[in-house]
């Protein structure tokens, strides 16, 4: 009796015939992005409706667009699994990290002269932070593929975290020094009146308007957040170092990972999406050319805080290197 040979089954892919099984990272991003460049509209209901306008003004009609997404790829090729995993990890180390300094008590032995310049200084980051997070989100509600999308969600959920961790930094340096350190007013007046916060807040509440896709992500990863990671994780961890502050610290050490991941998946899109439409490179210059006057003011008068702490470091040091982080950064993407 003759026997028929079976075909081998086909794996599921949205890839096309790739002729091999998708990984995990694609097979939980591959064009779930349905509704981008849809007709005659996004989502299902009155093509006039103001969702469907929002999308079409927005992310369609940005001038930061190229014929294919789906084409860019996570350097990290993360997966929400992936994230969950490594950030676990990363949350034991600092639960290890505050445990052994709450054990040590060094909170209560730090110079009062450095904890009124931390009540100014780090307390009031909440918000500033807290827009960086936002600001994520809407990159990653308007952005044409999920692999952009999760990569910009994977960045806010790292903004969270930095929250999470200074809020819990302040609950201790108030236990130490005083309840007051802890009230919201503590850290809502500087951020509201002190002149050396203006700049960055109207810097940061102008950049909640940016409604183009496109934009908001060239303002934010390419401008916006290199040069605040760059003046919180790496200048005030030095200053912390300087003033025997060894938890803060290694707490932004800590943060600064997670930055640059975030750095990692922003040159690769831009990269792509240079290589897909080198034109895209004059409409990102304009951009960043716009928002540079904006971060440098910020940079010089965060200087000028940071400068106000005992053991303080250089001024000019510190707004050069906010600056050469960006240029850096700048130069990675192709710009």
């Known amino acids: 009796m003759a026997t028929t040979k079976r075909k081998p089954p086909k794996t599921w892919s949205l890839l096309g015939d790739v002729k091999r099984r998708p990984s995990t990272y694609e097979v939980t991003a591959a064009k779930f992005n349905y509704h981008f460049r849809r007709e005659p509209a996004p989502f299902e209901m009155d093509p006039a409706a103001p969702i469907n306008l929002w999308y079409l003004a927005n992310r369609e009609g940005s001038p930061f667009n190229v014929e294919d997404w789906e084409g860019f790829r996570d350097p990290a ?20 990290v505050i445990d052994h300094h709450e054990a040590a008590d ?3 032995g730090l ?3 450095w904890v009124e310049a931390l009540t100014r200084i780090a307390v009031p980051l909440r918000f500033p932070l807290h827009i960086l997070q936002m600001t994520a989100l809407y990159v990653a509600q308007m952005a044409p593929s999920a692999y952009i999308i999760n990569c910009s969600n994977f960045q ?3 903004e969270m975290r930095r929250v999470q961790r200074l809020a819990y930094l302040t609950k201790m340096l108030a236990n130490a020094h ?6 919201t007013a503590t850290a809502r007046s ?17 950049m909640l308007a940016v409604y183009d896709w496109g934009q908001a992500f060239a303002v934010l990863d390419l401008v916006v957040k290199p040069t605040i990671d760059e003046l919180v994780n790496v200048q005030l961890a030095a200053l912390a170092e300087r003033n025997g502050d060894d938890l803060l610290a290694q ?15 922003t040159i690769a899109l831009a990269q792509y999406a240079l290589a897909s439409d080198p034109a895209l490179a004059d409409t990102l210059r304009e951009w960043v050319d716009e928002w540079i006057p904006a971060v440098d003011e910020t940079a010089e008068a965060w200087a000028a805080l940071l400068a106000t702490a005992p053991n303080a470091l250089p ?3 510190v707004v050069e290197a906010a600056g050469r982080a960006r240029a850096e950064l700048l130069a990675a993407c192709g710009l």
């Not at 994230?83 to 180390?93: A, I, L, M, P, S």
């Not at 005083?178 to 009230?183: F, L, Q, S």
């Not at 707490?251 to 998946?265: I, P, T, Y």
């Open 77 to 96: 090729r993360m997966t929400y699994s992936d994230y969950v995993t490594v950030q676990h990890d990363r949350e034991t180390y600092l639960d290890a």
């Open 106 to 108: 060094s909170v209560t």
């Open 111 to 113: 110079d009062p002269a």
């Open 156 to 158: 806010a959920a790292d």
């Open 178 to 183: 005083g309840d007051a350190i802890a009230e």
């Open 190 to 206: 500087p951020w509201e009146e002190d002149a050396a916060w203006q700049p960055m807040r109207r810097m940061l509440e102008k």
């Open 251 to 265: 707490l932004l050490a800590e943060f600064h990972l997670d930055a640059q991941r975030s750095k990692d998946w």
């Open 315 to 317: 001024s000019g040091q």
